[in-house]
């Protein structure tokens, strides 16, 4: 009995560990929107360091907001580098409210892990134009943060804003989901919310810095 016991035992922490293992190779990303609060070079690593101390492998920082790069590129590659330095991956965010706006190429190249577009409020036509031109023109990964279950598009991260518990119906394989801390009644509503959309999607986005530190969460 006790042989097999100890049997059911490893069984159990082999498998908590495999879980653990492939919950690792997910991405864990916290959006940092400038919208809400403003991070830059004097907060960087204070956003950084709050980062890894709650589990995320990697930041979606938001750059560039209607139409306007918010740093400059030597500002921005001290960012890159900082945050491979704390082992984290840092994907640029860009916030585009108009399909007039252009891709600040510039900024590609600079060592960032990936691109991602946040553009839900310009027509579907748009944000396929632009996520073509990001692909064409950016060699690392790229994601898209979108309110639409739906979307035909294919960037290598589909990251469906999975708000609220009312949303969990859409969380599923293919995409990876969303926590809003606006969305949540308290920490154990967010703690649980964030594990349901992780076990049961390619990762989990939490928006956003600002909200998740307001709350004490």
Do not use: C
Not at 152 to 178: F, H, M, R
Request: no cysteine; glycine share 8%; proline share 3%.
């Amino acid at each position: 009995m006790i042989v097999l016991a100890i049997g059911v035992i490893v069984v159990a922490l082999l498998a908590l560990v495999a879980a653990y293992l492939l919950n690792q190779q997910k991405p864990v990303i916290l959006y940092v929107n400038q919208g809400n609060g403003i991070v830059n070079g004097s907060g960087f690593g204070t956003m950084l360091g709050f980062a890894a101390s709650h589990g995320f492998n990697t930041v979606f920082f938001q750059v560039y907001r209607q139409g306007h790069l918010l740093f400059s590129p030597a500002t921005l590659r001290s960012f890159v580098n900082q945050t491979h330095q704390a082992r984290l991956k840092i994907f640029f965010a860009l916030y585009i409210t108009d399909a007039s706006q252009t891709l600040p190429t510039p900024i590609f190249g600079l060592q960032e892990d990936g691109v991602s577009l946040d553009m839900s409020t310009v027509s579907l036509g748009a944000q396929q134009s632009f996520l073509s031109a990001l692909q064409s023109s950016f060699r690392g990964e790229t994601a898209v943060t979108t309110t639409d279950v739906t979307s035909p598009l294919k960037p290598d991260l589909l990251v469906l804003e999975t708000y609220g518990a009312s949303n969990q119906k859409y969380i599923k394989p293919g995409i990876v989901a969303s926590v809003g801390v606006f969305a949540t009644s308290s920490q154990a509503d967010y703690q649980s919310q964030f594990r349901y959309a992780l076990q049961n999607s390619d990762g989990v986005m939490v928006f956003d810095y600002y909200g998740l530190q307001k709350a004490g969460y």
